[in-house]
């Protein structure tokens, strides 16, 4: 999933409302990167900003 925003609290704030259609389809890792592929949030299991 792409996600553009105009700051990256905006973009972390619209990751933590992304959910799978499915239950099958639940994330257990969520990273966001920025446009050169650096990490900038991560998400394990619900337990946010942890350090991958």
Known sequence: M???ADSIEEAIELAKL???S???A???V???T???G???WAEQCGEPD???
């Open 50 to 52: 942890v350090k991958l």
């Open 30 to 32: 969520a990273t966001l």
């Open 18 to 20: 992304y959910q799978g």
């Open 38 to 40: 650096a990490v900038i």
């Open 26 to 28: 639940a994330l257990s």
């Open 22 to 24: 499915m239950p099958s």
């Open 34 to 36: 920025n446009i050169t």
């Open 2 to 4: 792409n996600i553009i």
